[in-house]
């Protein structure tokens, strides 16, 4: 049976969740950074080694959630990103924002028409 995450087991996540922010937001703003997804992955695996309560997909969540936040979009940005078995989440994560925007909306119209 597993317990439920301590109040500062869920701020490690957070804090995981924006470093993943923190860095993606780094190599956008460069624009011409030599970073790609399979080094964002490795990162990742890094990352989610700091946290024995929370797993890479709910971090990412977390991340793809505040970014959704920060650009002014509704609740729930990650969970149309998980619910698509065709986009990998860290991904998006290096979008441009109207990249992700329009990724978001796109999702959003297809589960209207579900």
Known sequence: MATKPTR???QGRDNLAQALLLVTEAVRLDG???FTIVQLNDLAACLVKASSAFGLD???AVALEARGK???MRSGT???VLLDDAIRPLEVLLKNDDDFRTLIT???EQLGEV
């Open 8 to 10: 500062q087991q869920a």
């Open 78 to 80: 990650a969970e149309l």
């Open 70 to 72: 920060a650009l002014g």
């Open 58 to 60: 709910e971090i990412v």
């Open 106 to 108: 796109d999702l959003e």
């Open 32 to 34: 011409r950074a030599p």
